[in-house]
T-cell receptor
Framework: KQEVTQIPAALSVPEGENLVLNCSFT??????LQWFRQDPGKGLTSLLL?????REQTSGRLNASLDKSSGRSTLYIAASQPGDSATYLC????????????FGAGTRLFVKA | DADVTQTPRNRITKTGKRIMLECSQT?????MYWYRQDPGLGLQLIYY???????NKGEISDGYSVSRQAQAKFSLSLESAIPNQTALYFC????????????FGPGTRLTVL
């Protein structure tokens, strides 16, 4: 059974720092991996999606990497800003078929001004 | 206007009451989902529907029922609410392709006293 773990559960950093959020999954047979941002009262917003054949995806100050063999993904945020404060969720779609998405519990990020 | 809307946004109710949460979407997607989120846990799938005539149980369907009234509307009911159903509930949609990203509503915070 696929399990997704995110460490740390919470993180507080000063503005301007570069930071890394970690996601691990137990079954390397995945179809894709996605990073979401969750803001209070606004639901989840997709940030980056990495297909199983890809190693990384970039969008602005965000870079997500994928290492299927080790069951890990990282989300790198450059030059963090207070507006980056949110909960970041990692989600895996199994490669064995189907549409179901397995979510991690998230990392709650607070960027201090 | 938001693509996926949920009503109500917040609800406090008592044990034993019947509650309905509603979801509407303007994205034209066939697939709709109901998730529940508890503190420290990832999103868990309650029910999903691939079209108006298709309803399927997810991981944690006990105590819940759903109705797909139209392509754009998917409602979740708690027939007799209990305190451990206190959680944040999300509706999501996706298109029928396997690549389809899920688009989430803003969530409904439900408290059962």
């Amino acid at each position: 059974k696929q399990e997704v773990t995110q460490i740390p559960a919470a993180l507080s950093v000063p503005e301007g720092e570069n930071l890394v959020l970690n996601c691990s999954f137990t079954d390397s047979a995945i179809y894709n991996l996605q990073w979401f941002r969750q803001d209070p009262g606004k639901g989840l917003t997709s940030l980056l999606l990495i297909q199983s054949s890809q190693r990384e995806q970039t969008s602005g100050r965000l870079n997500a990497s994928l290492d299927k063999s080790s069951g890990r993904s990282t989300l790198y945020i450059a030059a963090s800003q207070p507006g980056d404060s949110a909960t970041y969720l990692c989600a895996v779609r199994p490669g064995t078929g189907g549409f179901k998405t397995i979510f991690g519990a998230g990392t709650r990020l607070f960027v201090k001004a | 206007d938001a693509d996926v809307t949920q009503t109500p946004r917040n609800r406090i109710t008592k044990t034993g009451k019947r509650i309905m949460l509603e979801c509407s979407q303007t994205k034209g997607h066939d697939r709709m989902y109901w998730y529940r989120q508890d503190p420290g846990l990832g999103l868990q799938l309650i029910y999903y529907s691939f079209d108006v005539k298709d309803i399927n149980k997810g991981e944690i369907s006990d105590g819940y029922s759903v109705s797909r009234q139209a392509q754009a509307k998917f409602s979740l009911s708690l027939e007799s609410a209990i305190p451990n159903q206190t959680a944040l509930y999300f509706c999501a949609t996706s298109d029928s392709g396997r690549m389809g990203t899920q688009y989430f509503g803003p969530g409904t915070r439900l408290t059962v006293l």
